[in-house]
């Protein structure tokens, strides 16, 4: 007992004088083989609605004193294997000429660590809740043209897509990043490629299947999600994934720890955390154990380095990175489903239906990776569980998702139109309005309730300019006079409707009808004058005939006398 703390005390002796020592401890003889120890650290920051980490941000971060110098500072050139989200590589290189100095040296600081290093999801989204929602595939990002501006770049590298528009061709001589695509902008010397981590208690059992089905290889999973056969082995192989689970009880003992307010408490925190280590059950083939650094789990305190040369210093136990684990012997189990709740999917079904209808709506526009690239980083930003940390966070994230979706679906549209007055034969105007940044093209039907107007072009063609409206002319002819009722609505290229239908009334005055008219009125008012004559002149003959009569009558009465 007394051996075994000492070897204790001098570990943290070494911890607490900081990195810079790494003198090694008195050998020691152990009476078990040493515990391999895994830890894995991911390297993000909460991101805003955007998805993207601004310039100024990124400057504070990268700072001497700023929180990802603090975390590679803690990390760097050691055993611990880094998740790095892709989103902070992405938002340095996408300033391009702008970004901060800080931010690029620490960005090349990142490139020459030899860590194992692997991707976490973009924005360190929950990887398992579009799973679970209905999703076929981990949701990684489309495109990132719509945020590449061309003028913070030299010109393209030899083999990349041309830019939108002409970059300074003297840039490149200036030192200015060439012109990069969505691919580069993350890609990454990583040394372990298609590991997922899913977040904390959010796997089950088909989450992993999908996984090993859509090519990843190896899947990070807590040990209150996974049952296994054995807790001297952090490696298990489940279906065609190999799993690493890190222990709970240990990762939480690790970060009370690393968190420690002052050196005695350090030292108490890390000979608990020593103890439970050696604790671990021995097994042929040798032990491991992995443990974990919550998400945003960082502080300024943060004593990991310290905690990182102390347990290295222990003849009990040695560091080791993923690749390691990966080589041991692996143990059985099976996935405790942790699926989310019903809540959670709900919130998420409703974006990712949102997602498809937006993506639908893009087909309108000149270039659709502009409008679903866009849309998939602030699915992907509203997915991550940094908005649960605040009450009502997460609520109002996927609202605000939900409201930019129906805005944008609105921005291309039909404007309100007053009654037309409409001739024998001309156009019916239909105005549209486009508020996106790039040309759409829309097709317009116009269909009348009632026979009054025949519509000449029933698929009328109309291309808008950015943040302008346009009128479209339909050729129409008129059949008759009257009000009619006119159902406008509008379809993308590829037949997806766009807005409801329109209603437009129109008063139609056909230029043949009203002589036609008139002359039937003057030719039934000239058959009834006729008539009328006619009626006098008889009624003439008739009473001429009655007074001949009676004139008759008395000539032949005299004649009798």
Do not use: C
């Given at each position: 007992m007394f051996l075994k703390a000492s070897r204790i005390a001098i570990a943290a002796a070494i911890g607490l004088v900081g990195a810079a020592i790494a003198a090694p401890v008195p050998a020691m003889a152990a009476t078990t083989s040493p515990v391999s120890v895994g830890i894995v650290v991911p390297l993000s920051v909460p991101a805003g609605r955007d998805g993207f980490i601004t310039s100024a941000q990124l400057e504070t971060l990268t700072s001497p004193t700023g929180l990802l110098t603090r975390e590679l500072d803690s990390i760097a050139d050691t055993n611990v294997t880094i998740g790095i989200d892709p989103m902070i590589i992405a938002s340095i290189r996408l300033l391009g000429s702008d970004a901060p100095e800080s931010a690029t040296a620490w960005l090349d600081r990142l490139r020459g660590v030899e860590n194992d290093t692997f991707a976490l999801t973009y924005a360190d989204s929950d990887l398992t809740l579009g799973l679970q929602a209905g999703s076929t595939q981990v949701l990684a990002p489309v495109s990132?043209?719509?945020?590449?501006?061309?003028?913070?770049?030299?010109?393209?590298?030899?083999?990349?897509?041309?830019?939108?528009?002409?970059?300074?061709?003297?840039?490149?001589?200036?030192?200015?990043?060439?012109?990069?695509?969505?691919?580069?902008?993350?890609?990454?010397?990583?040394?372990?490629?298609?590991?997922?981590?899913?977040?904390?208690?959010?796997?089950?059992?088909?989450?992993?299947?999908?996984?090993?089905?859509?090519?990843?290889?190896?899947?990070?999973?807590?040990?209150?999600?996974?049952?296994?056969?054995?807790?001297?082995?952090?490696?298990?192989?489940?279906?065609?994934?190999?799993?690493?689970?890190?222990?709970?009880?240990?990762?939480?003992?690790?970060?009370?720890?690393?968190?420690?307010?002052?050196?005695?408490?350090?030292?108490?925190?890390?000979?608990?955390?020593?103890?439970?280590?050696?604790?671990?059950?021995?097994?042929?083939?040798?032990?491991?154990?992995?443990?974990?650094?919550?998400?945003?789990?960082?502080?300024?305190?943060?004593?990991?380095?310290?905690?990182?040369?102390?347990?290295?210093?222990?003849?009990?136990?040695?560091?080791?990175?993923?690749?390691?684990?990966?080589?041991?012997?692996?143990?059985?189990?099976?996935?405790?489903?942790?699926?989310?709740?019903?809540?959670?999917?709900?919130?998420?079904?409703?974006?990712?239906?949102?997602?498809?209808?937006?993506?639908?709506?893009?087909?309108?526009?000149?270039?659709?990776?502009?409008?679903?690239?866009?849309?998939?980083?602030?699915?992907?930003?509203?997915?991550?569980?940094?908005?649960?940390?605040?009450?009502?966070?997460?609520?109002?994230?996927?609202?605000?998702?939900?409201?930019?979706?129906?805005?944008?679906?609105?921005?291309?549209?039909?404007?309100?139109?007053?009654?037309?007055?409409?001739?024998?034969?001309?156009?019916?105007?239909?105005?549209?309005?486009?508020?996106?940044?790039?040309?759409?093209?829309?097709?317009?039907?116009?269909?009348?309730?009632?026979?009054?107007?025949?519509?000449?072009?029933?698929?009328?063609?109309?291309?808008?300019?950015?943040?302008?409206?346009?009128?479209?002319?339909?050729?129409a002819v008129a059949r008759s006079n009257g009000e009619v009722s006119l159902g406008v609505s509008m379809r993308t290229g590829t037949d997806v409707p766009l807005g409801g239908t329109k209603w437009v009334r129109a008063n139609v005055q056909a230029g043949w009808e009203t002589p036609v008219t008139v002359g039937l009125g003057i030719l039934v008012f000239a058959v009834f004058v006729l008539g009328i004559i006619r009626s006098i002149r008889r009624r003439r003959r008739e009473k001429a005939a009655e007074e001949q009569a009676e004139d008759d009558e008395v000539i032949i009465a005299e004649l009798d006398e």
């Open positions: 990132f043209d719509f945020a590449i501006d061309p003028g913070v770049f030299g010109a393209a590298v030899e083999g990349t897509p041309e830019p939108t528009s002409t970059p300074d061709p003297g840039a490149e001589n200036l030192g200015v990043p060439p012109l990069p695509t969505s691919a580069t902008l993350v890609e990454w010397p990583y040394t372990l490629t298609n590991v997922a981590w899913p977040q904390v208690d959010t796997a089950t059992a088909d989450d992993l299947t999908l996984l090993g089905e859509t090519g990843y290889t190896t899947a990070v999973l807590n040990s209150s999600n996974v049952s296994r056969s054995s807790e001297g082995a952090s490696l298990t192989t489940i279906g065609d994934v190999s799993t690493v689970v890190t222990d709970d009880a240990l990762s939480a003992l690790f970060a009370a720890t690393i968190h420690a307010s002052s050196s005695a408490e350090w030292q108490d925190a890390f000979e608990v955390l020593a103890d439970a280590i050696e604790a671990t059950p021995r097994r042929a083939g040798g032990a491991s154990v992995t443990l974990s650094v919550a998400r945003g789990d960082f502080d300024t305190e943060t004593r990991l380095r310290g905690t990182l040369v102390a347990l290295d210093n222990l003849t009990t136990m040695n560091t080791v990175d993923l690749s390691g684990i990966l080589a041991s012997t692996p143990g059985s189990g099976k996935v405790l489903a942790k699926p989310h709740t019903e809540v959670a999917l709900q919130f998420a079904r409703s974006m990712l239906g949102q997602e498809q209808a937006d993506a639908a709506f893009s087909s309108v526009a000149e270039n659709p990776l502009l409008i679903t690239g866009d849309r998939r980083i602030r699915l992907l930003a509203a997915s991550a569980p940094q908005w649960n940390r605040y009450p009502g966070g997460w609520g109002n994230e996927v609202d605000g998702f939900l409201e930019d979706s129906h805005d944008l679906r609105a921005s291309v549209r039909i404007t309100e139109s007053s009654t037309l007055i409409f001739g024998d034969r001309g156009f019916i105007p239909i105005n549209v309005s486009n508020g996106l940044d790039q040309p759409v093209t829309v097709y317009i039907t116009v269909k009348p309730l009632t026979p009054l107007l025949t519509i000449e072009n029933t698929r009328f063609e109309l291309v808008v300019e950015p943040g302008s409206q346009r009128r479209a002319q339909i050729p």
